[in-house]
């Protein structure tokens, strides 16, 4: 049980880390479309 609950949270961390990495991209291209705008 322990270790299915580590490989759980290690999943939810790589979900939570890919957002984080999608949203500051989106941030990122808006800024310099906004920019080039």
Avoid: C, H, P
């Amino acid at each position: 049980g322990r270790n299915r609950r580590l490989a759980r949270d290690f999943e939810a961390t790589i979900a939570s880390a890919t957002a984080f990495l999608y949203a500051a991209s989106v941030m990122l291209l808006t800024r310099r479309l906004a920019r080039s705008a």
